[in-house]
């Protein structure tokens, strides 16, 4: 799969936008991305100026476990969760290997074409503060 999509904070956006690759295996139960964190991310915190960076353009590589919850004719449901790589530590989490977690759902455009809505959060689980954690919305398109 190969998409774009957009970071944000609860109830805001931070001006990044995110490019994807996707591998998928064994029938979407296994997927392996690449996702190139394009632009600088800005969040609104009290204690530092409207203009601070909160993340810098960065790599963030994932490896995850997809289940199929639903199948509705051209419709499919996944939820995921597994492991990521960041490339950098900054604002949003301290340290570079997160948890990863996905809500997607898939249309089936044709036989062997779909797209992907995907909204996914990557986070350190508290491990160490502050963990604001990376969320992202992406919109894929996938052949197999």
Same mark, same amino acid.
């Given at each position: 799969?190969?998409? !774009?999509? %957009? ?10 936008? /995110? ?5 998928? /295996? ?13 632009? %600088? ?9 409207? +203009?601070?960076? &909160? #993340? ?5 590589? +994932? ?5 199929? !919850? ?12 597994? #492991? /990521? ?14 948890? %990863?977690?996905? /809500? &997607?759902?898939?249309? %089936? ?8 809505? +995907? !909204?996914?959060?990557? &986070? ?15 919109? &894929? !398109?996938?052949?197999?």
């Amino acid at each position: 799969m190969i998409g !774009v999509g %957009a970071t944000y904070w609860p109830w805001r956006w931070t001006d990044g936008i /995110v490019a994807p690759i996707m591998l998928e /295996v064994d029938q979407s139960r296994w997927e392996l991305g690449a996702f190139r964190f394009a632009t %600088a991310q800005y969040l609104k915190f009290n204690r530092y100026p409207p +203009s601070t960076i &909160s #993340a810098h353009p960065y790599w963030g590589f +994932s490896a995850m476990r997809r289940w199929q !919850v639903l199948h509705r004719s051209r419709w499919k449901l996944y939820l995921g969760f597994g #492991a /990521v790589y960041r490339s950098e530590t900054d604002l949003l989490e301290p340290i570079r290997w997160n948890f %990863a977690y996905l /809500v &997607s759902l898939r249309y %089936a455009l044709r036989r062997n074409t779909f797209l992907e809505f +995907s !909204v996914r959060h990557w &986070s350190d689980a508290w491990l160490k503060n502050p963990n604001r954690g990376q969320n992202f919305l992406l919109l &894929s !398109v996938g052949f197999h």
